[in-house]
């Protein structure tokens, strides 16, 4: 049985570091008991050698009253069952906007409102094609999302929905009438969790005993990927207390094939995955460098993986500031170092700013991808800069 482990202290202080866009300073996650060759048994996850003869069952992405737990028991599946929540949730007495949402279709001409618009960033989900957090609005990131299921459907990629991607979407039937939004009963686990405030000095954050989110709303708006606005909005009455059911998004399953190379497309700001045969099986919005702090460039590869990293901010008189694991670490909860020093695939403490905002060179992406991809991608993988 794949069993995960969590590194609180994370990598050492090895080359294998991260730019924070913070007064242009460096960063690096750091364990100073571990090195690049040790890192496999002190905590890195391995993806090698996973099964690809997986039936569809186990690759399917709809859900029946229990979201995110892949099939099968594969590597890959076995360890997104440790990485992500399972959630649980029922059907049962929605509210007449989720109704309206589970049952919208689109037809040509018109207008994507918040419902058809909800609908459309589910489906694109459930395919694989990330849209950041879930708010009913089309945007930047849902056009984005639509454009890569385009590409790996070879269909015309277009700048707005068509018919023909509207069909291509909706033709699976058990997926189109896969409930987006669904009631879900908060547990005391939901509504014990750990918050702080998060000052601005890195000096300030070193002193947190966790980078812990910051109010109730935002972990639950990163738990069922969706915007802290819109879970509002769907639940307008609710004290988000224990025992109380309340209105969400159904994020489906994650791809659980196995990701042997990934393109960070710095144009679309956009991170394709693919499969040892070369077939697109994911992408996910990213923040790919700025103009200050570009990203590099030509191919490299994954060197270490590592869920809950700390973070090392080196100011600019050289002191460090160690900050510790948590949602809201500059890298979020993830670090995947690329064979390029200083660089990585990382979180992201503001889901909602990726793609809106700069990084320093690496990919960043939503904390609910960067889990979902260390889970499917594979030591040594490929990284590209296009």
């Known amino acids: 049985m794949y069993q995960l482990k969590k590194i609180s202290t994370a990598i050492a202080m090895i080359g294998l570091s991260t730019t924070i866009f913070m007064g242009q300073s460096i960063a690096a996650p750091t364990d100073t008991t571990s090195t690049t060759d040790n890192m496999s048994t002190t905590g890195s996850m391995s993806t090698t050698n996973n099964s690809t003869s997986a039936n569809m069952n186990d690759l399917s992405p709809v859900t029946n009253g229990v979201s995110q737990q892949p099939a099968g028991n594969s590597k890959t599946a076995s360890a997104l069952k440790n990485l992500l929540p399972t959630i649980k949730y029922t059907t049962d007495n929605l509210p007449a906007v989720a109704k309206s949402v589970n049952k919208a279709t689109w037809k040509t001409g018109a207008k994507i409102d918040r419902t058809t618009g909800a609908k ?10 990330g849209v950041g957090p879930v708010d009913g609005y089309w945007g930047k990131n849902t056009r984005k999302a639509m454009q890569a299921f385009q590409k790996a459907n070879s269909l015309t990629v277009t700048d707005s929905l068509n018919n023909e991607t509207w069909q291509a979407l909706s033709k699976n039937e058990k997926l189109l009438t896969q409930p987006v939004l669904v009631n879900y009963q908060l547990s005391e686990a939901d509504v014990n969790v750990k918050t702080t405030k998060i000052p601005e000095e890195a000096t300030e954050k070193a002193k947190l005993d966790g980078m812990y989110y910051e109010s109730l709303i935002e972990a639950l708006a990163e738990k069922f990927h969706i915007s802290e606005g819109y879970l509002k909005a769907l639940n307008p009455n609710a004290k988000f207390a224990a025992g109380e059911t309340i209105t969400v998004y159904n994020p489906g399953n994650p791809n659980t094939k196995p990701v042997s190379r990934v393109v960070a497309d710095k144009a679309t700001e956009t991170l394709y995955a693919y499969d040892e045969d070369n077939n697109l099986v994911a992408s996910y919005p990213t923040t790919v460098g700025s103009t200050a702090t570009p990203s ?8 270490v993986k590592v869920h809950e990293p700390n973070y090392t901010y080196t100011a600019d008189d050289g002191s460090k500031s160690i900050i510790p694991p948590g949602p809201n670490n500059p890298v979020g909860l993830v670090w995947i170092g ?7 695939i990382h979180g992201s403490p503001d889901p909602a700013r990726i793609s809106r905002q700069a990084s320093a060179g690496c990919i960043r992406l939503t904390n609910w991808d960067a889990l979902a991809l260390l889970g499917v991608i594979q030591n040594g993988a490929t990284v590209e800069f296009t």
Request: aromatic share 8%.
């Open 296 to 303: 590099p460039t030509g191919t490299h590869t994954v060197k």
């Open 120 to 129: 459309l960033q589910a489906l694109l989900n459930w395919h694989q094609n």
């Open 338 to 344: 690329l064979s390029k020093p200083s660089y990585g």
